[in-house]
């Protein structure tokens, strides 16, 4: 048997090697004499008795030696020539829902001139549909979620829009029907939701709180940058009437960190400036940003340089959160944490995220959809609560997004963490949800490499850290 070189990408972290391996998402360190097993395999495929003479010879005692060989085999940096390859593993037929985002209405007292439900490149046909979820679809859907979820201890449901608290009433029906089935079904449920904070009241702030109700709010930063598209109907900002509702949120809701969402576009891309904002002058928990998921032509896409300028602030706040990490505090900035926690599990993706597998959507109407930016949607409707999925629409889209369908991808080392990208991005770009996102290939690869980096040193120099990614949920 000879063996060779697996397919991995190579980075440095605080001045040590390290091999990210692909497909299988695996991190290793790298010590001197691995590296020099690898060098040796590199330069022409060894048999592992000769690699581990070769490694004696040059000096190494024979017991490390071996197992340096063991370990590296066994990492599958090296594999033997024209055997074993890593397949991306599938997802168990029958995968058991985890998350089931609820769409309480598909009205919104916004007028955010990007949004993907009522801009330029929506895909929902709503029409002749109703705009706010009544009790026996909120009914039919619990149930749905609780049949599609046999199997785990735990399920999760997020409430959205629209604007989520133009339907708060029917949140409140919704919590109540899902803690009496979780209880009959032996389960445990959480919450979570996401506002523009416009509508926010006190009562409202007291319940969300007192039911541990996470809270993501979507805010783009200071009054000037949040007011250029995040605005009313009459074409006034909205920021300072949600402005006082958070502050009162953040300082009444203590039972789940409180997170604001960013989305970037043409001339809302002062990274560092939103996030000092949301984050040291309005008091988010933590702060997340993504740039506008939108044709290329339309005004407030973001150019390529604009990305560019995007990531040297990204990594600007990542190293800040290194430097956080390393003193063992949180920094807040949920795109590393978001990152580091899918690198720390491993994680090899068949499919982009969990749309459509453990994650679906479901409308006003109580049509399911493969997450909540298909809602509505008749193109991409996978079935409806109350007849369940339907099995051959959901092999159709889970088919068409798998990883080994995406050509361009099959060479690129970020496919682990990639898996080609969200599907709607792919959709409104390229008018097929299985299409890999190749506008943003340099971009994730970047990041990818740059949070590796961050991942190696946090790994290398203060690992207790890396703990709090053990439950942290990849999005
Ligand atoms: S979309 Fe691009 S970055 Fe993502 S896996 Fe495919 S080739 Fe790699
Ligand atoms: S990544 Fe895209 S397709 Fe996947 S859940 Fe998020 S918005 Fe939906």
Request: proline share 5%; hydrophobic share 35%.
């Amino acid at each position: 048997m000879q063996l060779q070189v697996a397919e991995f990408h190579q980075f440095e972290a605080g001045g040590n090697p390290f091999l990210y391996l692909v497909p299988s998402g695996g991190i290793f360190a790298m010590d001197a004499l691995s590296q020099k097993a690898v060098a040796l395999v590199q330069e022409h495929p060894q048999d592992p008795l000769a690699l581990l003479e070769a490694l004696v010879a040059g000096g190494a005692a024979r017991e490390d030696a071996k197992e340096c060989v063991e370990d590296l085999v066994s990492a599958r940096a090296l594999r033997p020539e024209g055997g074993w390859q890593d397949a991306v593993e599938e997802p168990p037929a029958n995968f058991p829902l985890q998350t089931l985002v609820i769409n309480l209405t598909n009205q919104c007292n916004l007028s955010c001139q990007y949004c993907y439900e009522f801009g330029e490149d929506k895909v929902a046909t709503p029409e002749g549909k109703p705009k706010f979820m009544e009790i026996e679809t909120a009914k039919q859907s619990v149930d749905f979620l609780f049949k599609q979820s046999q199997g785990r201890r735990a399920a999760h449901i997020t409430f959205f829009g629209g604007e989520t608290l133009m339907n708060f009433p029917m949140l409140k029906q919704i919590v109540d029907y899902s803690r009496e089935q979780a209880r009959e079904h032996g389960m445990y449920i959480d919450y979570s939701l996401t506002t523009n904070g416009t509508l926010l009241r006190p009562d409202i702030i007291e319940y969300l709180a007192e039911n541990a109700i996470g809270v993501t709010v979507s805010m783009d930063g200071p009054k000037e940058l949040n007011d250029k598209l995040r605005v009313f109907s009459n074409g006034k900002g909205s920021y300072d009437t949600i402005v006082p509702k958070v502050r009162e949120l953040l300082a009444k809701h203590k039972s789940r960190p409180i997170a604001a969402r960013v989305t970037l576009t043409n001339g809302v891309t002062d990274v560092i400036r939103i996030f000092r904002h949301l984050k040291d002058d309005i008091g988010f928990h933590e702060v997340g940003f993504a740039p506008v998921t939108t044709s290329p032509d339309r005004l407030y896409a973001i150019g390529p340089s604009g990305l560019d300028d995007v990531l040297a602030q990204f990594e600007q706040l990542a190293y800040e959160y290194r430097d956080a990490a390393l003193r063992n505090e949180l920094h807040g900035f949920s795109n590393v944490s978001d990152t580091l926690a899918e690198l720390h599990q491993g994680i090899s993706k068949s499919h982009p995220c969990g749309a459509g597998l453990g994650l679906l959507g479901v409308g006003p109407s109580g049509d399911i959809s493969p997450c909540h930016r298909f809602v509505d949607s008749d193109e991409h409707k996978l079935g409806h609560v109350s007849e369940g999925l339907d099995p051959e629409m959901q092999k159709a889209f889970l088919g068409t997004g798998h990883i080994n369908t995406k050509y361009d991808c099959q060479t690129c080392w970020a496919r682990p963490v990639c898996a080609g990208g969200c599907y709607h991005e792919a959709f409104v770009r390229y008018g097929d949800t299985g299409h890999a996102n190749l506008h943003y290939c340099d971009w994730i690869r970047g990041w990818t490499d740059l949070c590796l980096r961050i991942y190696g040193e946090i790994a290398t120099h203060n690992p207790g850290f890396l703990n709090h990614f053990e439950q942290r949920k990849a999005a």
